[in-house]
């Protein structure tokens, strides 16, 4: 089972799972030299992002980048790129280098090739993953109804980033895939809101991991960390 930790509001989150994050960079950068790091849009991040971004990390040995985005310019408020310049790469967090999941091509399908040539510059397997979850059970653009969610779920897959539409997905998506996620050093799922504990206890249950894709995360045989807040 993955490990459950409670907090009593959004700022005691933030600086614990800021904890839990600063320790998986600053270990695989004392290992290795330099050490990434994938995180989440929407709206829950905002706090975590602001907290981690004062913490004192060695940020120039940093790369940060993003488990998924939709596929718009990063002029628009729906950029998680966007997200993540305005409040995780500032202050201390400025020296940190970011990878961008989208371009200026017109569809993901014909970035992607771009996108993953720029990925090569971070540190394989990313040291930590920092994960969202939808109402509907989604994680990533891992979306109920996707046209690539098989593949992108598949923990055999071979590709480690997919193009991804979906009906509750909105715009076009660009995804990190299952394996590439899970081969994470250290692996959080950041989850707020009384609404999202039925969902999350939904998919702790029976159920196809297509039904709720959150589902193949919880279920991987490697340590979760989940951080909840009302």
């Known amino acids: ?5 409670e907090f009593k509001d959004g700022a005691e989150l933030a600086r614990a799972l800021a904890d839990f994050v600063g320790a998986a960079l600053a270990a695989r950068v004392a290992r290795d ?9 929407g709206r829950t991040p905002t706090r975590f992002f602001e907290e981690l971004s004062t913490r004192d990390l060695p940020w120039e040995k940093i790369a940060v980048t993003l488990v998924d985005e939709r596929w718009v310019r990063e002029t628009s408020d729906r950029s998680n790129a966007r997200l993540v310049r305005e409040h995780l790469l500032k202050g201390k967090a400025a020296a940190a280098k970011f990878i ?18 720029a990925l090569e510059e971070l540190s394989w397997p990313l040291a930590c993953v920092v994960l969202g979850m939808g109402d509907d059970g989604h994680t990533a653009s891992f979306f109920p109804g996707g046209d690539h969610l098989e593949e992108a779920l598949d923990p055999k897959g071979m590709l480690g980033l997919l193009p991804m539409r979906a009906p509750n997905a909105g715009e076009p998506r660009i995804t990190l895939t299952l394996p590439v996620l899970l081969a994470a050093d250290a692996l959080a799922l950041h989850i ?19 039904e709720m894709p959150i589902r193949a995360v919880l279920r991987a045989s490697r340590p979760l960390d989940i951080f909840w807040c009302p």
Request: aromatic share 2%; proline share 8%; hydrophobic share 45%.
């Open 192 to 210: 707020e809101g009384a609404a999202k504990l039925p969902v999350l206890e939904a998919a702790l249950g029976e159920g196809a991991e297509t």
């Open 100 to 117: 961008a999941l989208a371009n200026d091509a017109p569809t993901p399908e014909d970035g992607l090739f771009a996108v993953n040539e």
């Open 1 to 5: 089972m993955p490990g459950m930790h």
């Open 33 to 41: 030299g330099m050490a990434s790091l994938a995180v989440s849009g």
